[in-house]
């Protein structure tokens, strides 16, 4: 359908060389879209970019950090010099640290702000210049069930992910103005290497699924759809929102 349809838009997925945002990358990309794999592995974009290539989409890599604001302004820049123009920023980029909150240092807390809340306002800030002048754009930002809820061990995380979704809000107030819908999608207990300390914790299986309506993890190209979704122009009247894409968790007692 021409309203999912994203030929003609390029795609900046931070965190795209594997994972969730590699899925949504190439999903991006079987919708129509140039994708921009972004990670801080040279080899693993080089990769991830000859797959996607191989499969016959449009798909370029650049590699920065994306708690570097160096290193930020500098990819910018050059997609400036170059004419590269961010039409769909999503912000994927993200790590977890699993301990007692008592034991995290602050090193570690700030490194799990940075990496997952910080990153999605630099980033978005320097999109969003370029988008306000082109009067258009998409910004989806990843957050969590951490976004509305907390278990223990991941403090950091969940102050991060809740911190997402309200940059998200704030984000679509301002620019809504200026044509740019900035939204957010909410993955649950998805099958990624993130994740595979947990996947092969017996205990921990036995306890998510009796909290998941779905009683299976997600498949990380289970976003795909809300993906398309809030980058084409089917939601160009939705803002501020986060879907959940979590087999019902969020919505179980
Ligand atoms: C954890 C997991 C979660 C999931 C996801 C849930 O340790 O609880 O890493 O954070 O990755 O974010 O929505």
Redesign the pocket.
Known sequence: MASFDLSGRTALVTGSSRGLGRAIVEGLAAAGARVIVNGVDAARIHSAVGELRAAGHNAEGVAFDVTSEASILAAFEKFDADGVRIDILVNNA?I?V?KPLVEFSTADWRRVIETNLTSAFVIGREAAKRMIARGHGKIINI?????EMA?P??GP??AA?GGVRNLTRAMAVEWAQHGIQANAI?????L?D??Q??IENAEFNSWLMSRIPSKRWGKPDELVGAAVFLASPASDYVNGQIIYV?GG?SAAM
């Open positions: 993200g977890q699993r957050g969590s069930l951490g976004s278990r061990t991941v995380y969940t992910k909410g993955p649950g207990y998805m990624t993130m994740n300390a947990l979590d968790m």
